[in-house]
């Protein structure tokens, strides 16, 4: 591919594709993944390496026969230097194990990973490497980077597909005129880089906040520095037990609790609005609420039972 600029201004005019096709554009989007040939390669947009508070690099994929009941949820375990999901599908089981490198061998890892299957392996593993972090501008002179192009947070939260739809909606709400006025790119890779830091506060949380101390890896991740934003939220709720969602960011309150709270992350006190209130009303509260969500939980079709009424795939095609 070649790609062909502006002499002055850097703008893309054109990509030269290799089937040969020509291509002429005023705004050009980069989805060439992890390579990203027009803001990295041709652009020479910088990249923000997280590494240090993410430092998981590297995935061991397989599927294997799925076993058992079909759960409605994922999996995820921790491992030595990182952790394993399984993903349930209607036809086998979905696993990776996402690992540091610099703790843990490929063949140590695909071991692990292999000894935890639910089912007989599919197929041999699959290795994929990967940076953490964002390029220093998600929209430069007239090339916008979405998905992988862009940046990558590890999958623990799957936030990938929403950072995508951020990046395309952002784009949408801003959408320029002929002349590329510099202030709306500007606002774009504001708002683009606040929502990268949002989810990497929160997928950072759930290594922080880490009691072990079995492995080099989880001793770093307990001791390690982290940025600000994520040291003042987990300070804030040590010493008061206030948690605040920002700028409509992605994960609510309950989802931080849960990870705070799983992880023992206590606080020192209490909202005193919730000290004022008798505890034995509040226990009969919670007594009705858990007794409402049983109840509707016994009452529903099984996840397997739901999917085979109105989604099921029927047998896998076998190439």
């Not at 939220?233 to 920002?246: K, S």
Request: aromatic share 10%.
């Amino acid at each position: 591919m070649k790609v062909h600029q502006h002499a002055e201004s850097g703008f893309i005019t054109g990509v030269d594709l290799e089937n040969g096709q020509s291509l002429a554009g005023d705004m050009f989007f980069d989805c060439s993944g992890f390579r990203a040939l027009l803001m990295r390669q041709t652009l020479d947009v910088e990249f923000k390496d997280w590494a240090h508070w993410l430092p998981c690099d590297t995935a061991q994929t397989v599927a294997c026969e799925r076993t058992g009941p079909l759960l409605p949820y994922t999996i995820s375990t921790a491992k030595s230097a990182g952790w394993q999901w399984r993903i349930p599908t209607q036809h086998r089981t979905g696993n990776g194990h996402i690992y540091s490198s610099q703790y843990i061998t490929d063949e140590e890892a695909i071991e692990s990973l292999l000894s935890d299957l639910d089912g007989a392996a599919l197929g041999e593993p699959r290795k994929i490497k990967f940076r953490t972090g964002h390029i220093e501008k998600f929209w430069d002179k007239n090339c916008v980077a979405i998905g992988l192009s862009g940046g990558f947070l590890e999958p623990l939260e799957s936030t990938s597909l929403f950072l995508i739809q951020e990046g395309i909606s952002k784009f949408i709400s801003l959408f320029p005129s002929a002349d590329m006025p510099e202030a709306v790119s500007q606002e774009y890779n504001r708002q683009l880089t606040k929502k990268f830091e949002q989810v990497r506060d929160f997928i950072i949380l759930h290594y922080k906040a880490t009691q072990r101390s079995d492995s080099e890896f989880w001793t770093y991740c307990r001791t390690m520095s982290v940025p600000d934003s994520l040291s003042d939220r987990m300070e804030l709720f040590h010493q008061a037990g206030r948690v605040f969602r920002y700028e409509d960011e992605l994960f609510s309150k309950t989802s931080w609790i849960a990870v705070l709270l799983g992880q023992n992350v206590v606080p020192q006190t209490v909202d005193p609005i919730v000290s004022t209130l008798d505890a034995g009303q509040i226990a009969h509260s919670l007594g009705s609420m858990r007794a409402a969500m049983t109840g509707a939980a016994t009452k529903m079709p099984t996840h397997e039972a739901f999917l085979k009424n109105y989604a099921w795939a029927g047998a896998p095609v076998m190439s």
